[in-house]
């Protein structure tokens, strides 16, 4: 599967930001989907996961209450919607995709598929 992320800009603190991850090429129904950040000097960080239908989702505790991950099935995409946005927030987002049900999915190993990144960056 093929995957495209899109949404990343400049924004100030506390503002809002919508990611969107588009797939194509595979079941996307199948995939468990996630958002990963990186930023620089820093080692990749789990940011969120979403079930193949949606019903659970789990978060790292720095955006837990901030960030919403959702998908639409029908249109093959997962969103990342990011609020009270903070300087330290700022990344390189990338989506990811597992076929895998694993306790690890924080891990980035646990992920086959990767689209490019697109950058946040939120301004003080």
């Known amino acids: 599967v093929q995957l495209q992320a899109s949404g990343g800009g400049l924004v100030q603190d506390g503002d809002s930001l919508r990611l969107s991850c588009a797939a194509s090429?595979?079941?996307?129904?199948?995939?468990?989907m996630a958002w990963f950040r990186q930023a620089p000097g820093k080692d990749r960080e789990f940011v969120a996961l979403?079930?193949?239908?949606?019903?659970?989702?789990y978060y790292a505790d720095s955006v837990k209450g901030r960030f919403t991950i959702f998908r639409d099935n029908a249109q093959n995409s997962v969103y990342l919607q990011m609020n009270s946005l903070k300087p330290e927030d700022s990344a390189v987002y990338c989506c990811?995709?597992?076929?895998?049900?694993?306790?690890?999915?924080?891990?980035?190993?646990?992920?086959?598929?990767w689209g490019q990144g697109t950058q946040v960056t939120v301004s003080s």
């Open positions: 990811a995709a597992t076929t895998r049900y694993v306790t690890t999915y924080y891990k980035s190993a646990e992920y086959d598929y």
């Open positions: 090429g595979g079941a996307f129904v199948d995939y468990r």
């Open positions: 979403i079930s193949t239908g949606g019903r659970n989702t």
